[in-house]
């Protein structure tokens, strides 16, 4: 490996972990203990919330009464598209059945969860492409009951656009509530809400936290935390289109990494002369978001050549991955840890973050090694089957009863010895594990 760090982060995603590990988990002791009541006062203490936390139909209508009807199309619009592709997502997941041995048929069949808890990030930004995201593929997938819960503004509640967005993708309820109170609500079943089955969405470092330490009693989709974003570049690629797209996606938060990985000198150094004017020209609170994830946790990586670049994109598996360079193909097919890939000039991280039809929610922190992001089939629990004739049932109980023996499973063999006597009762079976 020749990899030259032009600008190498002082800062990484498991920087400030330890602490916390530690805020969240006193939260969700705390809520777990002390119910609707706990989980208000951290509303209160970190959003200073005090009003409605489970919307109502008058509110749902008020905040859509607010929102402008250009942008309702394009909540529509976007809508349209990550439905119509979780739709042909669902169907890939096909249920199946197999004859594995004469008489013996085995199954596979999906089944949706019945309760899928949404969260929809709000803290910095209005997250309504997260509800759309969310809410959308619980619909589709089949979820009987879909809360989506977000950060409420001081005094206000949860952004309109946001409240509309759930509403209009199928939210069965919306919960003015955010953080790990949030997710604590959905998943103890407070606020007169059924239990959530699986928890999915992004959030911030807390956010990402609770649904890690809640994982196993409840499901959740992946560890989505703070954005991050890689881009590929060779000497075809713009330098000001990829400062941009740099640019644009270090706005989320102070602890959003960025990474450029070329083989073109000249392009990284034009990069990085071109990206500080860019953040200056940002709005304040973006600005000072994008300055800081510039300053502590941006790299910019000189490789010998496309297969170095490819092997370091690999190792970093970051959440959004970009290619800016020739033979689009290549890449598709050499690249492997990402959580989705925008090929080539015309498409870009905030298309898909927005209205493309894929879903924004993805795996950070390098989760995207082990997986994708979220789709249908985060919902889905794929499950067996089996059922066999006597004649079916006869080699497999044979092969079971010799197995559980000498496995020393005793009660499980003679589960099987019992089927063999009473359907085969003038057959004799060899049923030791030493014969
Ligand atoms: N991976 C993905 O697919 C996506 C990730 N994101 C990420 O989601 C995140 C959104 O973050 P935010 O804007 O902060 O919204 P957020 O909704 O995730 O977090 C806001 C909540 O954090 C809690 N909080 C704030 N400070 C706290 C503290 N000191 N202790 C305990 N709780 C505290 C508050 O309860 C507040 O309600 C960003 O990091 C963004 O990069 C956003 C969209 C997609
Ligand atoms: O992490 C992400 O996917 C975000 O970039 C999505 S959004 O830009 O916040 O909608
Ligand atoms: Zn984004």
């Avoid at 949404?118 to 969310?134: D, L, Q």
């Avoid at 959905?186 to 928890?199: D, E, H, S, V």
């Avoid at 497999?396 to 009762?425: C, N, Q, W």
Wanted: with cysteine.
């Amino acid at each position: 490996m020749t990899r030259e760090y032009l600008k190498k982060a002082t800062l990484t995603s498991k920087s400030d972990a330890s602490d916390v590990k530690a805020t969240v988990r006193k939260i969700l002791d705390d809520i777990e203990a002390g119910g609707d009541k706990a989980a208000m006062e951290y509303a209160a203490k970190f959003d200073q919330y005090d009003g409605n936390v489970v919307v109502t139909r008058a509110e749902i209508e008020a905040a859509a009464a607010l929102v402008p009807e250009k942008l309702k199309q394009d909540i529509q619009f976007a809508h349209d598209n990550v439905r119509r592709f979780a739709e042909a997502q669902k169907e890939t997941l096909k249920n199946i059945e197999v004859e594995v041995v004469p008489g013996l048929i085995a199954g596979q069949k999906s089944i949706p969860v019945t309760g899928a808890g949404c969260y929809v990030p709000g803290g910095r930004y209005s997250h309504i492409a997260s509800a759309i995201m969310t809410v959308t593929t619980a619909s589709v997938a089949g979820c009987k009951h879909i809360v989506a819960c977000s950060p409420p503004r001081p005094g206000v509640g949860i952004a309109p656009a946001i409240i509309y967005a759930a509403d209009l993708c199928g939210a069965d309820t919306i919960l003015a509530m955010g953080g790990v109170q949030g997710v604590a609500a959905m998943t103890f079943g407070l606020f007169g809400l059924p239990r959530a089955n699986i928890l999915v969405g992004p959030g911030n470092q807390f956010v990402a936290e609770a649904k890690r330490m809640l994982f196993g009693r409840v499901g959740i989709d992946m560890i989505a935390g703070p954005t991050d974003s890689l881009i590929l570049a060779d000497a075809t690629a713009d330098p000001m289109v990829v400062a941009t797209d740099l640019v644009g996606q270090a706005e989320h938060g102070y602890n959003s990494p960025v990474w450029l990985v070329t083989d073109n000198r000249p392009l990284a150094e034009e990069v990085m002369r071109i990206v500080p004017g860019l953040i200056d020209d940002l709005p304040e609170v973006n600005r000072d978001n994008a300055f800081a994830a510039w300053r502590d946790y941006a790299e910019v990586i000189l490789c010998a050549d496309r297969e170095e670049m490819a092997a370091t994109s690999d190792d970093y598996a970051p959440e959004h991955l970009t290619v800016q360079a020739e033979d689009l193909d290549w890449w598709l097919g050499r690249l492997s840890c990402y959580g989705s890939l925008f090929l080539g000039e015309e498409t870009t991280v905030a298309f898909g973050d927005k209205a493309a039809g894929t879903n924004h929610v993805l795996p950070t922190s390098g989760a995207a090694s082990y997986t994708g992001g979220l789709s249908v089939h985060k919902y889905m629990k794929i499950v067996t089957w089996q059922r066999a004739t006597r004649e079916g049932s006869k080699p497999v109980a044979e092969a079971t009863a010799r197995i559980s023996r000498l496995e020393g499973m005793e009660g499980h063999a003679r589960t099987a010895d019992i089927r063999l006597k009473k359907y085969f009762p003038d057959e004799t079976f060899d049923l030791t594990s030493n014969g």
